[in-house]
């Protein structure tokens, strides 16, 4: 006889009515606080936040608490919803530190088990939109890393963080344990640093005396670590996922208005054929982001897998969907006024966060019992 084995639920990668009313109420906040010339004048002065677009994004449509249960004070909702709100993000590359605020540190002080005590209040103040919070590790972590880098003391130098200037506190881990440091204590340092992608800055943060208050030992920590940085890498997917959608409406309509030889210039058949395969990517890249999202918030097994195969697949697709909205549009897309940059920078950035894509596809192997790709 053989071991009856319960069947495999297949994901859920519809979206439903409840994200498309959660989609329409972030898209039009950010038609209105953050459209192109309005990013294009942030990245120009010397705070590329809006303070104001973070609080209603935060608090007034209530989306840094989406990954939080109400008990502790969030809105009790799950990783698609939060990823459909990354999506409307990365279509408009605002910049504003909710993958790394609202996803990551959230959800490491949720595997915390924070019930009570220091995590659970800075999780509701962060659900609240009242602080934000990062990971003090550079944005290149991948998930994997995660309990490798509980080492050393509380003092150290760690490059390349974002969203540390935007930081309230800052989620340092050590090999004592995962500490909670305030930014503005004695012996914080943050550097702001010149980024390629202007709308995600980075910054050096240097420690050197801090104190901090220790949220957890260095053993649930680490594992609370590679959780947060998981869903991190699972849900920057659907950042990739917005961006590439937004290049592609955009190129589209643009070969459409743009006529040489009086005709408009999507209508020549070899530009055709570059649009429809990029639909054809784009399409293939809302399954893997979808997918990883639901696995996320199913709590299912086959999560890593499922985020390593949508950011192996979906950091291609953004960078692939970037160029050719830059090259499609020709002279103007090269300009500063254009916003297409925004686009290209930002996939090149995220192609290379929580993991390049061939670090995941060597997860993939690994997971998957195969030979190394």
């Known amino acids: 006889m053989t071991a009856q084995t319960e069947p495999v639920q297949a994901p859920d990668l519809l979206y439903s009515e409840a994200e498309d009313d959660l989609r329409s109420a972030v898209r039009s906040l950010l038609g209105d606080r953050a459209d192109a010339p309005t990013v294009i004048a942030a990245i120009e002065s010397d705070t590329s936040y809006d303070l104001r677009l973070w609080e209603s994004l935060a608090a007034g449509i209530g989306a840094a608490g989406l990954l939080v249960p109400e008990k502790l004070g969030g809105q009790g909702a799950t990783h698609r919803e939060a990823a459909v709100v990354l999506e409307e993000l990365g279509r408009s590359v605002a910049p504003a530190p909710y993958l790394t605020s609202s996803v990551v540190a959230t959800e490491i002080l949720l595997a915390l088990g924070a019930g009570n005590g220091p995590a659970a209040e800075l999780l509701g103040e962060l659900a609240a939109g009242r602080r934000i919070a990062v990971l003090a590790l550079p944005f290149a972590t991948p998930a994997a890393d995660g309990e490798g880098t509980f080492t050393g003391a509380l003092d150290r130098t760690v490059p390349g963080v974002a969203d540390a200037a935007a930081a309230d506190v800052l989620l340092v881990p050590t090999a004592e344990g995962l500490y909670a440091v305030e930014t503005g204590g004695t012996g914080v340092g943050v550097e702001p640093l010149v980024p390629l992608d202007l709308t995600r800055p980075l910054a050096t943060v240097t420690l050197a005396g801090a104190t901090g208050t220790r949220l957890a030992d260095a053993g649930p920590a680490a594992q609370a670590v590679t959780r947060g940085l998981l869903a991190g890498a699972g849900l920057l997917a659907s950042e990739q996922l917005g961006l590439a959608e937004w290049c592609l409406t955009e190129t589209v309509r643009y070969t459409r208005e743009r006529h040489q030889f009086n005709r408009p210039v999507g209508s020549f058949q070899s530009l055709k054929h570059r649009m429809a395969e990029l639909w054809l990517e784009v399409v293939s890249a809302r399954a893997a982001a979808r997918n990883a999202a639901d696995a996320l918030a199913t709590g ?58 061939g670090r995941h596809r060597e997860t993939v192997a690994e997971l998957m019992e195969l030979p190394a790709p």
């Not at 300009?335 to 686009?343: I, M, R, S, V």
């Open 300 to 357: 299912s097994p086959d999560a890593p897998l499922a985020v390593a195969v949508a950011q192996a697949y979906c950091s291609r697709v953004a960078v692939h969907a970037a160029e050719e909205c830059v090259q499609l549009h020709g002279g103007i897309g090269m300009t500063w006024e254009h916003p297409a940059h925004l686009y290209l920078k930002r996939a090149k950035a995220d192609s290379i966060a929580y993991g390049t894509a």
